[in-house]
């Protein structure tokens, strides 16, 4: 069994178009389709003639190598077209309107907006320069199609991959450009094959020093432990056989990028990275999956909190697996379990649907229920009039997510760092505008708290509640954010236009990512100062009511509070960080919603 660190290419050769037929011919059965990707072909081969590389390569082997990357993502008939066609609008004389005569709509419309976004070359230009209107362009051209996303992923990775020839500055200026936008996309797909390759490509030219130094700490990892990898996948496989289980086994190393992430950023030791290798356990059913799960730990020691079940609980963008780490000759080793079709989806993600669409017809992927797409369109509705708002869209489509889950089972997908607020805006509207409070896994949380992955959140609400500047300042998601931004500017004369895009600006500033470590910095809860607040309460509009100052937090004026009635002190106020507030008898039915009294100006 060979090992390969992950987010390498397994073939960096040059291909052939008849390596490409031979590969996708096989799964296209249509002679029709067939022709047209060869007249395809034949078009970009003759167009771009006289054109050359900086390598010194013709350029039409750019758009075979960018068609075998399609190829490897069972991508339709349609996509590949356009992915040989790409840059014929851009580079040659071809008219779109001719390429829409000889190939159809879809091929034209894929070619125009992939022609749009080339047109930015946004590496080209200073890091001034590289700002939210080329992000709004690039996304718009995105969100018309989600094959657009994928040949430009393809021509990206492509691009990666040959960037030798390319001056340092445009080294960096590519590679930091695809850890910030592109590799994030490929991850909200969940195309695993192309975001860990253009992660390692951009650690390569981005810290190479460090690059280095982890490809040589795994190149000797590998040769120390592949002995006993190979013992111990030699037993777990006679297990298999004597339980007439099916399976095809494959290892993998941990791709450098994620270690370099672990040392650099989580500052783990090396010898701390328990998931370097990893035993890749590949059979039939879901069934058989937990079958084998348990043959595993049945015969070697499983380490405690190592278990995950991706399949029952499965990742955003639609991973599913079972991961365990159990210890093999005293070290520990990795295993992931799954089916052939999770598999599938791991490594493509959103190509994936091609593969598995009913009729096999590879172009129709049903979208609807593709978070990133539908943000996508959401951007593409809203892009032109703020760019404050595009913005928060924009950040939500690229950060990380959680997933969290409502009593009754229903996922919620929320970016990092969201609060109670968030969640209750994605559940309704009307539920995010009443809220007064919230439990997670059962207990009560500060609506300021950051909810945690795969936490179930329960909102409390009040009809006599509703949005405020504070909440603004809290929430995460464009969504939670816009709406209480609309209530706010209807309906609180203390509003300002002006303050709103001061916060937006804050939220954007503490989501924008670190350019090439794909880190976020984190938004901290701001109050207004001190000498802004009268230091009396407000529920709602109303301040004329009893309030008690609990002691044991003792709050002032700009702390994130939070309150409850009280039998006989009116309203108490906490910080709303405070342990004992958690802890008040039947908090739930008691708790409203109260705010410091912002000084008129």
Not at 123 to 139: G, N, W
Not at 163 to 168: F, G, I, N, T, V
Not at 491 to 516: C, G, I, L, W, Y
Request: proline content about 3%.
């Amino acid at each position: 069994m060979n090992e390969r660190i992950e987010g390498t290419s397994l073939d960096n050769k040059l291909h052939t178009f008849d390596e490409v037929k031979e590969k996708y011919f096989v799964y296209i059965s249509n002679p029709s389709s067939r022709e047209m990707i060869e007249k395809a072909y034949n078009l970009a081969k003759e167009k771009h003639a006289s054109q050359f590389r900086r390598s010194g390569e013709p350029y039409i082997h750019h758009l075979i190598e960018v068609c075998y990357i399609l190829t490897e993502l069972n991508c339709g008939p349609t996509t590949l077209i356009a992915g040989l066609l790409h840059d014929v609008v851009e580079d040659t004389d071809t008219p779109l309107e001719y390429l829409k005569e000889e190939f159809g709509d879809d091929v034209a419309s894929i070619v125009d907006s992939l022609t749009k976004i080339q047109r930015l070359k946004l590496s080209h230009r200073s890091e001034e320069d590289f700002v939210a209107e080329d992000h709004r362009k690039i996304f718009l051209g995105m969100a018309k199609d989600v094959r657009v996303i994928v040949i430009k992923l393809a021509d990206r990775l492509h691009n990666m991959r040959t960037l030798d020839s390319l001056p340092a500055h445009r080294q960096i200026a590519l590679a930091k450009e695809t850890i910030e936008v592109f590799v994030p996309i490929a991850h909200r797909l969940g195309i695993n094959t192309i975001k860990s390759e253009l992660e390692n490509l951009s650690l390569k030219y981005l810290e190479p020093e460090k690059y280095n130094e982890i490809l040589n700490f795994v190149n000797k990892k590998i040769k120390y432990g592949q002995k006993s990898l190979e013992g111990f996948s030699k037993r777990i496989a006679d297990m298999l056989f004597e339980n007439n289980i099916p399976f095809t086994m494959e290892s993998r190393v941990k791709s450098i990028y994620s270690i370099y992430r672990k040392i650099y950023e989580k500052h783990h030791k090396p010898e701390e990275i328990f998931d370097l290798l990893a035993v890749r356990i590949i059979t039939k059913t879901e069934l058989q999956c937990y079958e084998i799960l348990g043959i595993i730990h049945a015969t070697f020691k499983p380490i405690p909190g190592r278990f995950k079940d991706y399949i029952a609980m499965p990742k955003s963008n639609g991973y599913q697996s079972l991961h365990t780490t159990v210890m093999c000759k005293d070290r520990p080793l990795e295993i992931q379990i799954r089916t052939q079709k999770m598999h599938d989806i791991a490594e493509h993600g959103v190509a994936s649907h091609w593969l598995y669409k009913k009729g096999m017809n590879h172009d129709l992927v049903d979208v609807k229920n593709l978070g990133i797409f539908n943000q996508l369109q959401e951007l593409k509705v809203k892009n032109a009039i703020d760019s404050t708002v595009f913005n928060n869209l924009k950040n939500d489509l690229l950060e990380d997510k959680i997933v969290v889950f409502t009593p009754k089972g229903e996922v919620k997908e929320l970016p990092i760092g969201s609060t109670a607020i968030d969640f209750a805006y994605a559940i309704h509207s009307a539920i995010g505008e009443k809220i007064v409070g919230a439990k997670a896994d059962g207990k009560i949380i500060p609506l300021n708290q950051e909810l945690k992955n795969t936490q179930i959140i329960e909102i409390i609400t009040n009809p006599n509640a509703h949005p405020t500047q504070n909440q603004l300042k809290l929430v995460k998601s464009s969504k939670a954010r816009q709406k209480i931004h609309s209530y706010l500017m209807a309906n609180d004369p203390t509003f300002s236009e002006a303050n709103a895009k001061d916060d937006a600006q804050d939220n954007s500033q503490a989501q924008r990512r670190v350019h090439h470590k794909g880190t976020k910095s984190s938004k901290k809860n701001q109050d207004f100062s001190q000498s802004q607040l009268s230091g009396r309460i407000k529920i709602g509009n109303t301040t004329n009511f009893m309030i008690t100052f609990a002691k044991c937090c003792n709050p002032k004026p700009g702390d994130a509070i939070c309150g409850y009635v009280s039998k006989m002190r009116g309203i108490t106020i906490h910080r709303a960080d405070c342990y004992t507030y958690n802890k008040i008898q039947d908090l739930s039915k008691r708790a409203v919603d109260v705010s410091w009294e912002q000084l008129a100006e």
